[in-house]
């Protein structure tokens, strides 16, 4: 597992908050295996092919248009939940989501936090994730 998490300072990035806050990502990461780090992520071939899913399920029921459509939009909320770490609720404390848990340790240390990148390699199998942020691919690193 890599992952990279950026803050504006070292003096920040060598306390003890910031620390536990990486290990707890980490570990989320190894545990809940996220596709993408946020939602802007999401590639326009996975939306499409999930929306497409949801849409034909939701159409087997019989129901009308537009309530389709909203049992769609409720299902991509639950998809984005299951592939966006930072949509993801955290595996210590359900009620909290990533990104509620970055922005607390923002609140408590003073300074900006994001989540650039990370690779989960699984032991044994022939794939892993790789998962960058747009501004990461956008940069060219």
């Known amino acids: 597992m890599l992952l990279e998490i950026n803050c504006e300072s070292d003096f920040v ?12 990502i980490a570990m ?12 802007e992520d999401v590639t326009v071939d996975d939306l499409e ?6 849409r034909a399920q939701a ?3 019989g129901k ?3 309530v389709i ?4 939009d409720g299902k991509m909320a ?14 210590k404390d359900q009620a909290v989501s990533i990104k509620e848990l970055i922005a607390q340790k923002v609140g408590k240390l003073g300074e900006n936090i994001t989540v650039r990148r990370f ?13 960058t942020t747009k501004a990461v691919e956008a940069a060219g690193e």
């Open 69 to 72: 459509e909203r049992i769609v």
């Open 119 to 131: 690779a989960r390699f699984k032991v044994g199998a022939p794939d892993w994730t790789v998962a």
């Open 28 to 39: 989320h990461i190894a545990a809940s295996d996220p596709r993408y780090v946020k939602l």
């Open 49 to 54: 092919r999930e929306k497409d899913i949801y």
């Open 13 to 24: 990035a060598r306390t003890d908050d910031f620390q536990d806050l990486m290990k707890d």
């Open 64 to 66: 009308p248009a537009p």
């Open 78 to 91: 639950k998809f984005y939940e299951e592939v966006c770490l930072l949509e993801q609720p955290f595996i």
């Open 59 to 61: 159409a087997a029921t």
